[in-house]
């Protein structure tokens, strides 16, 4: 009894882990741009298609390949945002460039998922990733060696983004344009120096995420890998969207819920229940404290 | 026109009188005068006209997805919210008509008249949570519906059917009249022709209430809101009840269109209203144009059409490949994802190019080339104001 609780506990800290990396994507793009857009999503899905170009089609050692799909991810976001986005927002004025850019990337989505479809088909594919479906055993405990990874990975990349955020001239930069931009300029502080490196951190954490959603034990790699991507927006939303310790926290309290439900939740709450359970909280929260649970003070609905 | 005059005092009675008449004139023009007259002659005509049952569909299908998007067009043009959650609207109004138009068997208003009032107070219950947040919690809330109104749909089974669905035949009759077997002057028709005829009438109605709708003071506030929050408060308007109408009114229509999805196909299943069909919605509205009144119809046109034609006429389209689930060594854009693909390339370009979408695009076009025709009328409006 205590066994499953605890295995299933992992199994959320781990789904979490992978909430908190998209969100974080999220929140990084949209301190980088200004505006709230879904690429992260087909970063997700391009991230682990281009892995799987790599490493299976290639034959790249798989660590290097990862390190190969972010790049190229990064490439491709730095494209769409000089030629796209500028663009757009040097033609219309704030409210409709917001507006135009979110549409845009939805567009781009339908794209990216197109393309995957049309390079390496529909079927689900197996990544060839070094975890498969093996399980550590701790006593009764089973854990697949995949989440194990997912915790350090995670781990890992947030401690850099930590890191990269307070105690980097970029990242001192990177929030200064969040906070104000205005001042940021006359401060000197380039957008064109911080934006390459907001998009790799985005890129980075979408494609890591992606990854490890792809591998067997996540179910394998599959062109709708992009939605799976959405369902971490309830988490942006309970960590407050700016914040960084947030989106983890955020993250961690639905994967640990969504499982508990997976595992725990009564037959009369019908199917699809731990699915639709995080948007459930979502909207309470909503309901309740708009700025989410874990916003700053001076928080403004923007 | 007459003009400010300028003797000193400040005289603008009447000034702007010939303005304002043109403003508030339901057509702007005998283009659209004519044209709407003409569309609405053809709703009738067509389905008696022809029995092709592939034109016939998609011309059902472009009926039921318009008259949802002329509704979201409202919400997401006219009042500048963002609302990708339509198809929880859809779904609303397809499980109402299943209710009574085919368990209860009720005749057509009768079960209509449900979907729209359900349909409205649905949007009406949104509302108040949509609009106290803004950007990207709205966005996110209405992602939100989607999957909150699939959970309650497949676990409903009553209804539903749950996730397999249910086939769902709906009562099409009006006192006598039968739109599923129609009678007229001793001729039958069809079932297709009958709900194309029903559902085109629906597409007229709406099109024409939003139209006018935006000509009325509740619409000039919602565009008011949309452009000026601030000025438009301080101008006296209540921003709360003009964007609850502007919701009710986008529901209510979404449930219209999801009650005649249910009487195009004749089988409802939760899994229909999914995120894909609310990013369809998204695309709809802002490739045919944003706030125009033609934008939805002409948006629906389009990329309902796309992937019926594509699939028809695949083999003279390169890059294409019949679709299969194993990659055969070629590269090719499956027939299923080239729809996908030219909405994407069609979202992109528009957003990037065009934000006023295929709508202004036609117009520009239809001033082309009908230009020595204005030439002429110019001249001659000239010469009458001399005489």
């Known amino acids: 009894m205590m066994d499953t609780f ?56 798989f660590w290097i390949s990862l390190l190969l799909a972010i790049l190229v991810v990064t490439a491709l976001g730095l494209a769409i945002q000089y030629v796209i986005f500028q663009r757009i927002e040097r033609t219309a004025d704030q409210h409709a460039a917001g507006l135009a850019i979110l549409l845009v990337s939805i567009g781009l989505l339908s794209l990216s998922q197109a393309t995957a479809v049309s390079s390496w088909g529909a079927e689900v594919l197996l990544l060839g990733d070094p975890w498969g479906l093996s399980t550590l055993r701790l006593g009764a405990i089973n854990i697949p060696v995949r989440d194990i990874w997912v915790i350090i990975l995670s781990v890992v990349v947030l401690l850099v983004f930590w890191l990269v955020i307070q105690h980097t001239r970029v990242g001192v930069g990177m929030r200064a344009l969040a906070s104000d931009s205005q001042a940021a300029y006359v401060q000197g502080i380039s957008p064109r120096k911080v934006a390459p490196v907001a998009w790799l951190m985005s890129a980075a954490a979408a494609v890591i995420a992606g990854v490890l959603m792809a591998t067997e034990a996540g179910g394998g790699l599959r062109p709708t890998l992009d939605v799976v991507a959405f369902t971490a927006l309830p988490a942006l939303i309970l960590g407050g969207i700016r914040s960084l310790p947030g989106c983890v926290a955020g993250g961690l309290v639905l994967g640990v819920l969504q499982q508990l439900a997976n595992g725990y939740a009564p037959a009369a709450l019908g199917q699809q229940f731990a699915t639709v359970l995080p948007w459930i909280i979502m909207i309470v929260v909503l309901l309740v404290r708009p700025s989410g649970l874990f916003a700053t003070r001076e928080f403004r609905r923007a | 026109m007459a003009t400010v005059a300028s003797t000193g005092t400040l005289r603008t009675k009447g000034a702007f009188d010939e303005r304002i008449r043109r403003e508030v004139r339901v057509f702007q023009s005998p283009v659209t005068r004519y044209g709407a007259v003409l569309l609405t002659v053809l709703a009738v005509v067509l389905p008696l006209s022809t029995a092709d049952s592939f034109l016939l569909s998609l011309g059902i299908t472009v009926g039921f997805f318009s008259i949802a998007a002329i509704g979201l067009n409202v919400l997401n043009g006219y009042a500048g919210q963002i609302n990708m959650g339509q198809p929880f609207f859809l779904a609303i109004g397809a499980y109402t008509a299943v209710g009574f138009g085919s368990i209860m068997n009720l005749p057509l208003p009768v079960w209509l008249l449900a979907v729209v009032v359900i349909g409205a107070v649905s949007g009406m219950l949104v509302a108040p949570l949509a609009l106290r947040l803004k950007g990207v919690y709205q966005i996110v809330l209405s992602l939100g519906l989607i999957f909150i109104g699939q959970y309650i749909f497949v676990n409903w089974t009553d209804l539903t059917g749950g996730v397999s669905g249910r086939k769902a035949p709906l009562n099409l009759s009006v006192g006598t009249l039968d739109f599923a077997a129609l009678q007229l002057g001793g001729m039958g028709y069809s079932y297709q022709q009958g709900l194309f005829m029903l559902v085109w009438l629906f597409v007229a109605l709406c099109m024409f209430l939003v139209h006018l709708l935006m000509k009325s003071p509740g619409g000039r506030h919602i565009v008011a809101l949309r452009d000026a929050e601030l000025a438009a408060r301080v101008a006296g308007i209540n921003p709360a009840r003009s964007m609850f109408g ?25 899994e229909q209203f999914n995120l894909g069909m609310g990013l369809t919605f998204i695309i709809i509205v802002t490739v045919g144009g944003l706030a125009t009144a033609w934008g939805p119809v002409v948006g629906s046109l389009v990329i309902c059409a796309i992937p019926v034609l594509a699939s028809r006429y695949a083999e003279y389209i390169p890059f294409l490949k019949a679709n299969s689930s194993t990659p055969d060594g070629t590269w090719g854009i499956p027939v299923g994802q080239f729809p996908v693909v030219v909405y994407g390339v069609l979202l992109v370009l528009i957003l990037m190019f065009e934000p006023r979408g295929l709508t202004h695009l036609i117009k520009v076009f239809a001033l082309w080339a009908t230009r020595p025709l204005h030439r002429r009328s110019a001249v001659a409006g000239t010469t009458e104001g001399n005489a």
């Open chain 1, 6 to 61: 605890v295995q299933i506990l992992i199994s959320g800290i781990a789904l979490g882990f992978l909430y908190a990396l998209v969100s974080l994507s999220f929140v990084v793009l949209l301190k980088a741009t200004g505006h709230f857009n879904l690429l992260p999503g087909s970063f997700v899905l391009l991230g682990a298609y281009a892995l799987f170009q790599f490493h299976k089609n290639f034959g790249i050692e």
């Open chain 2, 246 to 270: 502007a919701y009710a009114i986008s529901s209510a229509m979404g449930a219209l269109g999801g009650a005649f999805y249910v009487a195009q196909l004749r089988f409802v299943s939760p």
